[in-house]
Structure formats: structure tokens, C-alpha cells
């Protein structure tokens, strides 16, 4: 849909890419009041608010168990520890993704197995983890990228059958759900981020392992507190992974807004989809089956850089998640893979683009964003027609 109104007639607008600050002001007292109790209770390690917290969150991913780290990475590598994979292992994983992804696995001692992504849903390919797997492989690591759901019915299936766990990297997905489920109940355990950033944000890092395992759920409190069940009796070498009370106590203000943030975020990713139609922009879909908590918000274009560049000259802040796909980082150079080896990971870095996305998104900041991306691309599309017209007229026998 080309929208008539001219890029001229409007002002320039700021549009922050979050705006944490815009979020606070909703729930400022909430916040100021669960801080401050923390602080007068100098109640900091390992608090109640931890406990409660987890127990919350555990209830709204509806699971049984769930255990507070310090970072999503933490709480990849320790949910992978507490399966005992490590030295010797192969755990699959998507070539698009964060690169935490594949250093948790790393840091377990594990090796890294990337597999190409669904051209739509740029979640892991499964026909693609079925060809990965080999003798050595112990898990499988499906990402729900964005906000959006890995296909996990027939990954669940692939991994029974062959014996291996599954462990969903849920970084960015609080909330979301397939086929009715929540992401944390669908695979063995779940890894959670609440980087500020993300739905569920700290004022920090932070961490969540979910599981319905008990003995999963017990090894991981004992993993990131030293190896220790009780205090100074350590049964193996743990870690200081904790995560601190004052974020938990952050975090359980915010978990009361979730489901409504992440409506508003729907409401958002929907206005996207509208105004955007029509404008030569692959705007991203929701598979059948999954309901996208919109993290981010992915567009596609052959323009990218450019169109980049002309937003920040708008006022508007817009991301590349991610430009250098993990297995061309210098940093697993050893893993031996080549460009070319997943062609659609390494289209969609060329191309992707990461427009605004917060709950406390406006409409009219939504609309002024599409506006800016449609009137753009527009010109180009006029000024492309143009030029091959005076070519033709210049070379007419052409």
C-alpha cells in the first residue's frame, strides 16, 4: 500500500530503535518500590525475590521448574552442562543466530554443528538437522529467532528417535507459543535472556533455565552456585552464576505487563505488515501454528544499506541482526566451514534490517517508519525506471 502523503510536508521525527526509558515511566513506581525493598532487606544473593520470581516465571512458561542465572549464555551453557554434554559432543544449531548461541555450546566443551535456516521463518531448517547428525551428536539447539518459534513437532520427533535432547534457545521469545504451547515447555529445558533489550528485560544481565526435569532443575542450582547443595560442600566444580535479586525483583514488576507488552508488539508487527504492503520490502510471516512475540521486527531488501542509511537521516534507528553469520567469524574459522556453505543464512545477512519495535511504539511512529521505508524505495523504483528510459532513447537500437 503506497501511502499519498509526501516525505516533505513531514517533520523529521526521532524514533529510538527501544526506548527503556519510555517502558520505566510506565511502571516507575512498581520498580522504585521493589528496588528499594530489596535494598533495605540487603537481601542481594540468592534472595527471596530470586525464588518467587522463579517460581512465577516458571508458572507462566508453564513448566515446573526454573533457575535463575546471570546471563542467557549461562543459562545455554549451563542447561547443556546440566545433560552433561561437553568434551567430545556435537550439539546441531542454526547458522542464523546470535553467536551466543554457539559459544554456549562452546564453553560447555562441545562442538558446534550449524545448520541453514527457513528462508521465512529464518528459524533452524529441519530437513537440514536430519543431515547434520552424526555419532557424536548429543543435542539439538533450535532457536526461536526474533520472537518467532522454531518448528519444534517434528524436531521433538527427529530427536526421539535418534536419543538426543533438546534444548530450545529461548532468548528472545518470553511469551511466545506453538501450536498453544509456550517456548520453554517444548523441549527437555529452555534458555532464557533478559538483557534489557529483550520482552522481559533486566536492568542488566540475566538468566533463566526452565525445565520439568527435577533432577535438571537441582544440578543447574547447584551448577551456578559453586557445584554446592549446601554451603562449603561442594560436589563438583560449579560456577558463580547466580542471578542477583535486584533484577529478579525488576523482573517480577515486569513479568505482570508481559502478555500486555507483547500485544502491544503484535499490534505493531500488524501496522508494519499494513503499511509496508506493496512497497518491495519482504516483510517477515508467522508460520502456521506459531504466535511471534515480534523481539524484532525483519525486513528484506536488496537495498538495505542504502535505505539503512536514509533512515537515520530520518530520525529513525534501525539494526542489522545479524551482518556476519557465525560460521564466517574469525572466531570459529576452525569449525572449517566455507562461504556458500548455507547460502540462506548468508542472503538474509546481506539483506535483513531491524526496524523499531517496543511496546510503547505509536502508531504514528509505526506509520512514520513505513512511510520513510515506502517513499524511499519508491523514488528509487521512479529514478531506476528514468535512467533505462533515457538509455533506451540514447541507444534505440538497444
Known amino acids: 500500500m503506497i501511502m499519498s502523503t509526501q516525505m516533505s510536508m513531514q517533520a ?20 522504585n518500590e521493589a528496588t528499594a525493598r530489596v535494598i533495605q532487606e540487603a537481601d542481594f544473593i540468592l534472595g527471596r525475590e530470586v525464588r518467587l520470581f522463579e517460581e512465577e516465571f516458571a508458572a507462566f ?3 515446573q521448574y526454573a533457575v535463575g542465572v546471570d546471563s542467557g549464555t549461562s543459562a545455554l551453557e549451563l542447561a547443556l552442562r546440566a545433560y552433561d554434554i561437553g568434551p567430545g559432543d556435537e550439539v546441531i544449531t542454526a547458522a542464523n543466530t546470535f553467536i551466543a548461541s554457539a559459544l554456549a555450546i562452546s564453553h ?4 558446534p554443528v550449524l545448520v541453514d535456516v527457513d528462508p521465512l521463518t529464518h528459524t533452524i531448517d529441519v530437513t537440514g538437522i536430519e543431515r547434520a547428525i552424526t555419532s557424536r551428536t548429543k543435542a539439538i539447539l533450535p532457536v526461536h529467532l526474533y520472537g518467532h518459534p522454531a518448528h519444534m513437532d517434528p524436531i521433538r520427533q527427529l530427536a526421539e528417535q535418534r536419543g538426543l535432547i533438546v ?36 536492568y542488566g544481565d540475566g538468566g533463566m533455565v526452565v ?24 560436589q563438583f566444580r560449579g560456577f558463580n552464576r547466580r542471578l542477583d535479586t535486584l533484577h529478579a525483583a525488576v523482573l517480577r514488576v515486569k513479568l505482570k505487563c508481559l502478555e500486555k507488552w507483547n500485544a502491544a508488539r503484535r499490534w505493531n508487527a500488524n501496522l508494519y505488515h499494513k503499511f509496508l504492503e506493496g512497497s518491495g520490502v519482504v516483510t517477515p510471516v508467522e508460520a502456521g501454528g506459531a504466535e511471534s512475540v515480534w523481539h524484532l521486527y ?3 531488501t536488496e537495498q538495505r544499506d542504502v535505505l539503512r542509511e536514509h533512515l537515520v537521516n530520518r530520525g529513525i534507528s534501525a539494526s542489522i541482526h545479524y551482518p556476519i553469520p557465525i560460521h564466517l567469524q574469525p572466531a570459529y ?17 546481506q539483506q535483513i534490517l531491524s526496524l523499531p519495535m517496543y511496546a510503547e511504539l505509536t502508531p504514528e511512529l509505526v506509520e512514520y517508519v513505513a512511510k520513510s521505508i515506502v517513499t ?23
Do not use: W
Not at 523529521?12 to 520498580?31: C, H, M, N, W
Open 12 to 31: 523529521k521525527q526521532q524514533v529510538p530503535f527501544v526506548d527503556l526509558g519510555a517502558q520505566y515511566r510506565t511502571i516507575a513506581s512498581e520498580i
Open 61 to 63: 512458561c508453564e513448566v
Open 108 to 111: 560447555a566443551g562441545a562442538t
Open 167 to 202: 534444548i530450545e534457545d529461548a532468548c528472545q521469545a518470553h511469551g511466545t507459543r506453538y501450536k498453544g504451547r509456550r517456548a520453554g515447555s517444548l523441549g527437555h529445558a529452555a534458555a532464557f535472556s533478559f538483557y534489557p533489550g529483550k520482552n522481559l528485560g533486566a
Open 211 to 234: 525445565t520439568n526435569d527435577r533432577d535438571i532443575a537441582k544440578r543447574l542450582e547447584m551448577l551456578r552456585n559453586y557445584g554446592q547443595q549446601e554451603k562449603y560442600h561442594h
Open 298 to 300: 525483519v525486513i528484506r
Open 333 to 349: 574459522r576452525d569449525l572449517g566451514y566455507q562461504r556458500g556453505d548455507f547460502p540462506v543464512t548468508e542472503a538474509h545477512a
Open 376 to 398: 524511499f524505495l519508491s523514488a528509487n523504483r521512479n529514478s531506476q525506471a528514468l535512467h533505462e528510459q533515457l538509455v533506451r532513447h540514447a541507444n534505440p537500437s538497444q
